[in-house]
């Protein structure tokens, strides 16, 4: 019967992972916009090449 | 997802009609042409050509036509005034010598198009080094160098394409309300990931698994025990504040009950799993907190694009130009003092009281009053904060400050300082007689066990508590509420939040404001009366109209809908007088009575809008300009005067008086010549006996808002500027008026009949708590069964009822 202690510590210990991880999606602010983000996403794949460019010589680190 | 990644151009058409490709409205007089794109006015065109050159052009494939019309084209040196470091480090979120930071809040962000325009800004403007959109907060977060490009310069490029950002007194201290959402949040993912993890250790025990070994048992509910402690401890505390809070204020909210409720759980499953008893009652306990929490989310729906607490801070300016020995610079309006010089530019807003040092100046009041037609005023007169100055800049002797000005002064009134909290509320009200009939139930069959058999009372008395905890009552309230508001908000009225729709449902007296409410803000019934014009004469009158940008030219000039094609000589306009000039060598005249007929007289009795026009003075007749009231609303007025009291109240004088009483009925109280506070102590003396319900539009409006109990503004476009209110109501929406107050006091009923429904499960609960067989197992069935039937029966409800009444 050690064996079902041990199993279930480990997977209290795993759905822990998941809640601290779902704490720190919370935290930084992952949530607070739900569009944007989604739209975003299809803008990059578009022009690759000239972004990479033009962010070189533009964008500087700040 | 609408992304459309062809690059032809949009089939320009709509009914033959040429469709602007910048904005998508139709061209109307002119028709610019660049490529093979249509344009309907020279800024369009601009924007086009300046996304163009920056190769920018893809912010049309994502939508169709997805511009801002640029038509009202802003004053060069409106934005002078963010080159004051003061104000730039006000506005600014981080400021270093090589990095600034800051975040606008830019209404016409409306499709995907925008996001990548604005997020591309850094490719239009060398020195910007990030953008990043919000897009439902409608807010661009950028980062630019200063040294490269300074602030009023950002800002100029981003009216320049269309976005211009509002930057005001309020905007730049109002950050504070994200934080109470993601606790929320938080407290729900704890009690979900404990609420799962006990159930399931709490499954041999629901099976009847004796075999298991009493050890491990034992380190099951240890577990439990250790997993419940953060549903108390942290998930719970809200429950904990209010309910403490109710009791310090004496009066018992729905919160006691529960706090009740989860105490005996807690401690009843303490003991029994310490003592070796039993496992204790934690998978109910942490399944209610879950639900519970659930409800309370699902009732803080919040729209963040829109404001509810806008005072006349949001609408004023930043900066006003001061006179300091001769040259305007610019200050912040809250350091103009009186006896200061102030200069008020095209468009500007007047901050403050104050007597006119120019000529004339022709203001605009429609934030006040909601009238769009200018007033002329003329020098040394007492000019009143709220209005904009149409024409040239003006120069105004300061009077008073800001604060005490005209305007501003309703703020001071004490209904904006006044801060009640609303505790009358349904559940609030019955949750008293629960929480009596709870104890007195929990008592007697205590007292009754007590005399039969002693050694039960302590599992009766806190079974009793157990399962009779308003788990379902508490959460048919917010669940109807919330899925009403969300139905609300889906047919465009927006309201603050679930307790308006309670006091919706309690309305019994109607408040209307005359002007941009009832009537429409942006057109006007024009009526003609004289001598009939052959075409000629009004291709004449067209050609004049259109040379003059005043609001009642534009008027004319549209209801005459004619050509003008005509040249126009010696054009002259006499600001709040009218216009004349040369026609076809006849001297036409339009404008006033006074201007027009030369007498001086007329103007005293009649008190409508008249635009009289003549040629070569001789008066052919006059236009009568009229609100245009809004459509069918004969037939809304009269389905609400079934159930509610009417009245009117409008800061225009009585010149509508017997048009007004046709569509209404005679039992409607109309005034008229209201001032802002007029409007305030009506509302006030009417709550004496009534709940009242105020429908408005403008600032003027804001006293009587906040005085009623239900304020509603309507908006032709809700992402407008709008007083502070209790909701925004889209004026598309104003026919189905009736149905949708019909619709809040079904809300009322679906809460009442959700609390039968809770009744009879805790009636189940109860008898068999009194009993004494109340089984952990049976109460983890019947609370997450109550509640998940409550929070079905309610949506149902709601979207059945929205579904016949819409």
Request: hydrophobic fraction near 40%; include cysteine.
């Amino acid at each position: 019967m050690l064996i079902i202690t041990v199993l279930i510590l480990i997977s209290v210990a795993v759905a822990l992972i998941f809640l601290i991880a779902f704490f720190w999606a919370v935290k930084s602010g992952q949530y607070d916009d739900t569009y944007s983000p989604s739209v975003r996403m299809l803008f990059d794949d578009e022009k690759n090449k000239n972004e990479e460019t033009s962010k070189n010589g533009n964008k500087p680190k700040s | 997802m609408g992304v459309v990644m062809e690059n032809e151009v949009t089939p320009p058409t709509n009914d033959g009609k040429l469709l602007c490709y910048h904005c998508g409205e139709t061209c109307q007089n002119e028709c610019l042409q660049v490529d093979d794109k249509f344009f309907c006015c020279l800024g369009c065109k601009t924007v086009y050509e300046i996304l163009n050159e920056n190769g920018l052009c893809s912010y049309y494939d994502f939508e169709n036509n997805p511009g801002i019309t640029l038509k009202n084209i802003v004053e060069n040196d409106k934005y002078a005034f963010l080159e004051n470091d003061k104000i730039s480090h006000q506005l600014s979120d981080f400021i270093s010598e090589k990095q600034q930071n800051i975040t606008l809040f830019i209404p016409s962000i409306h499709c995907s198009s925008c996001i990548w325009l604005l997020e591309n800004l850094y490719r239009l403007k060398e020195g910007v080094n990030q953008s990043r959109v919000h897009f439902s907060k409608k807010q661009l977060t950028l980062q630019f160098d200063p040294t490269i490009i300074p602030l009023r310069e950002v800002v100029e490029t981003l009216v320049s394409i269309g976005y211009e950002p509002q930057i005001t007194l309020d905007t730049h201290k109002k950050d504070k309300v994200k934080k109470e959402d993601t606790s929320l949040l938080l407290k729900i993912a704890v009690a979900g990931f404990c609420f799962g993890n006990i159930m399931l250790l709490a499954f041999p025990e629901y099976f009847g698994f004796d075999d298991v070994n009493s050890e491990l048992k034992q380190f099951f509910s240890y577990i439990s025990l250790f997993l419940s402690l953060p549903i108390v401890l942290y998930a719970a505390s809200d429950y904990f504040k209010s309910a403490l809070k109710g009791f310090n204020q004496r009066y018992v909210n729905i919160d006691v009950p529960i706090v009740l409720g989860i105490i005996t759980l807690f401690s009843r499953s303490v003991y029994e799993i310490l003592s070796q008893t039993g496992n204790g009652y934690l998978d109910s306990l942490s399944g209610l907190l879950f639900f519970l929490l659930i409800g309370k989310w699902f009732q803080s729906k919040t729209y963040q694009g829109l404001s509810f607490e806008r005072d006349y801070k949001s609408y004023f300016p930043m900066a006003i130009n001061k006179l300091i020995d001769n040259v305007p610079t610019p200050i912040p309006v809250n350091d103009i003092e009186i006896g200061d010089k102030i200069i008020v530019k095209n468009n500007e807003l007047i901050p403050v009281d104050g007597v006119l040092l120019s000529d004339y100046a022709n203001i605009d009041y429609s934030f006040v009053t909601g009238e769009s037609i200018p007033v002329r005023k003329n020098i040394k007169e007492y000019i009143y904060a709220g209005g904009k100055q149409r024409g040239s800049s003006i120069e105004i002797l300061v009077e008073k400050s800001v604060s005490q000005s005209y305007l501003t002064q309703l703020w001071n009134n004490d209904t904006f300082t006044s801060q009640e909290e609303d505790s009358n509320t349904f559940i609030n009200n019955i949750s008293k007689y629960f929480t009596l009939a709870i104890l007195i139930i929990a008592f007697s069959s205590g007292f009754v066990w007590y005399v039969t058999d002693p050694s039960k009372v302590i599992n009766v008395f806190t079974a009793v508590l157990i399962v009779a905890c308003p788990c379902a009552l508490a959460l048919s309230s917010p669940f109807t509420l919330g899925n009403t508001l969300r139905v609300f908000g889906k047919l465009g009225l927006y309201l603050k939040n679930t307790s308006v729709i309670e006091k919706l449902s309690k309305i019994t007296h109607v408040v209307f404001d005359k002007t941009g409410t009832i009537t429409y803000n942006d057109q006007s019934q024009i009526h003609y009366d004289g001598v009939e014009l052959s075409s000629i004469e009004k291709e004449m009158f067209s050609s004049l109209s259109s040379q003059s940008s005043h609001p009642l030219s534009k008027m004319i000039f549209k209801y005459l809908d004619e050509k003008s094609t005509l040249n126009v000589e010696s054009f002259t306009e006499i600001i709040g007088a009218g216009i004349e000039g040369i026609v076809k060598n006849c001297n036409c005249k339009m404008g006033s009575g006074e201007f027009v007929l030369e007498k001086n007289e007329v103007n005293n009795i009649i008190k409508e809008t008249r635009v009289y026009i003549s040629i070569d003075g001789d008066v052919k007749g006059c236009y009568l300009i009229q609100n245009k009231y809004r459509k069918r609303i004969k037939s809304v007025m009269g389905q609400l005067s079934e159930n509610y009291g009417l009245s009117i109240l409008s800061g225009d004088n009585d010149s509508e008086r017997e048009r007004l009483k046709q569509l209404f009925l005679d039992t409607t109280e109309m005034r008229f010549n209201q001032l802002p506070d007029d409007k305030l102590n009506y509302v006030a003396e009417l709550q004496k006996q009534n709940n009242v319900m105020m429908f408005g539009d403008g600032l003027n409006d804001a006293g009587a808002l906040k005085q009623s109990n239900v304020g509603i503004v309507v908006a032709e476009n809700v992402n407008n500027f709008t007083p502070a209110s209790d909701g925004i109501m889209d004026a598309k929406l104003f026919e189905q008026l009736p149905a949708l107050l019909k619709f809040s006091r079904s809300a009322k009923y679906i809460v009442y009949a959700s609390f039968v429904l809770s009744f009879v499960y805790n009636v189940v609960g109860l008898s068999f708590a009194v009993m004494g067989n109340l089984t952990p197992v049976f109460a983890a069935i019947l609370m997450p069964l109550s509640s998940i039937s409550v929070v079905l029966f309610t949506t149902f409800a709601v979207n059945f009822k929205a579904k016949n009444l819409f």
